[in-house]
């Protein structure tokens, strides 16, 4: 199961992710750090969406493998996350090891590595 919220949270002037603040001045469209990573059993994903267009995140492993898809919807611009619980498109859970986190929104290009220590 997939849960999708809005996230508030946008980085501060030195990278980090100011919470506090729900008002955020978009420059693109990216995939910002996972949290927590090293993860276990699951990890939030924050990304950004700087206009309105089609947004798909997708998770691969290592070998560039299809493990499960996260988002696969329009989204308006914004900051938004979403939760993967470690668990592949047929429910099973995935075994420990580096996961890559992929975004395409619009024409952007955009992917995070991701570590599943049980």
């Known amino acids: 199961m997939v849960n999708l ?3 508030e949270a946008i980085k501060d002037e030195k990278g980090f992710v100011d919470i506090y603040n729900p008002i955020a001045i978009l420059s ?3 995939l910002s750090s996972n949290y ?3 993860f276990n059993p699951e990890v939030t994903v924050c ?3 700087k206009e309105t267009s089609s947004v798909v ?3 691969y492993n290592q070998k560039g493998q299809y493990i499960n898809t996260l988002v696969n919807e329009t989204k308006t611009a914004g900051n ?3 939760v993967w619980n470690g668990r592949d498109h047929k429910n099973r859970a995935v075994s420990s090891g ?3 986190c992929r975004m395409k929104a619009g024409k952007n290009f955009s992917a995070r590595k991701m570590i599943l220590m049980k």
């Open 98 to 100: 580096i996961y890559i």
């Open 80 to 82: 938004y996350s979403v």
């Open 28 to 30: 693109a469209s990216e």
């Open 36 to 38: 927590p990573n090293t």
């Open 5 to 7: 919220i809005t996230c």
């Open 57 to 59: 995140l997708e998770i």
């Open 47 to 49: 990304y950004s969406v």
